[in-house]
C-alpha cells in the first residue's frame, strides 16, 4: 500500500474493491473509480515529469481535455488516466520519468535554469553545441517511448448516412435527442465519456429529467475531426456532406465511426482552462468542476483541505458544492480570488497557497475559472467565432443556426455559445432540435432513417509484438516469421478473404 | 523548486516566454504559438488558449472583436492509426455497401 494519506474517503464503505498497481505502489480502488481518482484517494498525485522542466504533473482537468494526466497502461503509453475506468490487475506505469520518481536527476533542470530556457537563444551556436543540446534535450522529455507487450485491440469500421447527429451528451445534447425522439426523427447522439460520466456530469436539478441516457446514444466516443465530403473540391460534389470521424472504446475494440449526417448539432459544452499564478503546474491543482463531477462519479467525499481559486459567483457556486462533498470531519471548503494569490508552495503535490503573506495550507487546490466553450470542432467547420471574455464561442443566427458545410447544416446548442448553466442549456436544446425538426419537415431527407454500413473485410492493422527497446531504438531487427501472422488464425466469416477461391457446387 | 508561472503546461510555456513574444512585437495567438509553442502539446490549447486570450486583451494588445483562436486540426480526441486504417478509401468505395445490422441503441 502507498504512505500517502488518502485525499477522497468513499461516501459508502461498501463498494467492491478493485486493485491496481502504480509504479511500484499498490493502490486499492473502488468499483466507480477512474485511474486518476484513484490515485488522487489515494494521495499518489504526481503522473509524470514536465517535458522541459522536468518538474512532477499530476490530473488537472479530470475531464479528459489537459494532457498532464498520461500514464502507460498495461504498456500501451498515453492513455489519459482521468477517463479510463480501474479493472483488477491494471499494471499503470507514470510516463516521462526515471524511476524511482522522486530520485529523477533530471529534475535537477528546474534548479540550474532558474531564468528559463529560451530555446530561441541559449545554446543557439555555434552548431555543433546547439546538435549536443537538441540530442541531450531530446533524452530529457523521455517522450516517444515504445508500447512494449501490448494487448491487441480490435479495430472496425462503421459508416452512419443518417437526418440528424449531436455531439455532446450534456444538457443541451440529451434535450435535443429527446426532441428529436419525441419527434420521431432518427439521429445519433455521441459522447467521449462512459455512462458513469454522463450520470456524474448531470447537475442535480436536471437529474429527474433526464433519468435515463438518450435511447440512441453512443458513450465513450470521442468526435476527433470533422471534414469536407472528399470530392467536396469537384464543383459537381459541392453539396457532399461533411464527414465526421469519432473513435469508439467498446472494451479492447476501437471502432471508427464515420458520420455523414444532414444537420449536425454541436452541443460540445465548455472545458476547465488554467489560471495562470506561480506554480500553477503543481499536482494536487485540479479543475473544480472536474473535481465535483468526479466525487459524484465516485460518490467519494474530500478528507483533505480543499481551496478553490476564483472570483464571482461561478467560483462561489463551485465552492459550495465543493463543500458538500467534503467528509465531516474535513475542514471547511475556502475561496481565494486569483489576484490574492502570491504563489503555490509544494514537490510532488501541493502543500500550501501563500496569499498576501497569510500561508494556507492545502491537500487539494481546485480551479474555478470560468468555463471556455469548446470551439475547436466548429473552428475546424470555419464557423464564425467570437471571444466572450472566457472562450471563443459559436455565433449563432436565429434558432441555433450557424452555418453548412456542403450540405451538412450546422447548428449548435448550450453552454458552446456562451456560458448558459444546465437548465438554460437544456432549454436551448430542446429549442435548437425544434428548429431541426422544421428544417426536416421543409426539406424531408431522401432517407428518413439512419443507414449503417460497415466494410465487408475491413484492412486490419498488422499486429503489435513485443520487442525489447533499448533508448528509443529497437533491439533486434524484426524477424519476418509468419507464425504470429493472423492470416493462421482460422477467420470466423469464411468468404471474407479476398484472394481465397469460391467452392464450386 | 524554482518559482514559475505556466501558462501552457503542456509544453512548459511559462509567463516570461510569452513576455518575449509580446517583447518581440507578436500580438495574434496564431504567431505566439508558433513562437513560444504554446498549445502544440497533448492538449492542442484546450487549457491554454483562453489563458494567453485574455492576457492579451488585459494588455489592451488586442480588441476582443479582433481575436480568433489559432487554427484547430484534427485529430482533438484520440485515435488510433489502425482505426484510421480500417476506413475504406473515400475514392474507391464512397459508402460500403453491406448493411451493418447493430444498431446505434445497443450500446451497453
Redesign the interface.
Known sequence: MTRERPLLVPAKPDLRRVHLRFDEALIEAREHDTLATALIAAGVLMTSRSPKYRRPRGPYCLSGDCGTCLVRVDGRPNVRSCVTPVREGMRVSSQNSYKPRSLDPTQLVDSLFPRGIDHHHLMVRPRVVNQVMQEFARNLTGYGELPAGVAERRCEYLGHELPVLIIGAGPAGRAAAAALERAGVDHVIVDRHDHAQLRANLEAELAAEFSQPPARLLSSTGVFGIYPGPRAAYPEHRDDRALIGASELDGETERLHEFRPQHLIFAVGSRDPMVPFSNDDLPGIVAARGLIRALRRTDARISGRCVVVGSGPWAAAQRDALDELRDPEAPRVELVAPEEIERAVGGERIEALVCRGRRLSCALLAIAGPPAAAHELAAQAELALRFDGAGFVIVTQDHGRCGALGGTQLWAAGDVCGWLGPAAAARDGQRVAEAVIAALDAAPEPVADARQFAAEAPPQPPPLRERAVVGDTFADEPSDQPSDQPSDQPSDEPGNEPGEPEPQP | ???????C????V????LE?GLAAGLTTLEELKR?T?FGT???????????V???L?RRALVE??A???F??????????????????D??A????????M????D?S
Open positions: 523548486m524554482t518559482d514559475r508561472t505556466f501558462v503546461r503542456c509544453e512548459d511559462t509567463f516570461t516566454d518575449h513562437y509553442g502539446g497533448p492538449c492542442q490549447g484546450k487549457e491554454c488558449m483562453a489563458a486570450a485574455r492576457e486583451i476582443p472583436e481575436l480568433v483562436p487554427t484547430s486540426r484534427p485529430p482533438i480526441e484520440p485515435v488510433s492509426l489502425g482505426a484510421l486504417a480500417t476506413a475504406p473515400p475514392f468505395d464512397p459508402l460500403p455497401s453491406a448493411p451493418y447493430r444498431s446505434p441503441g450500446d
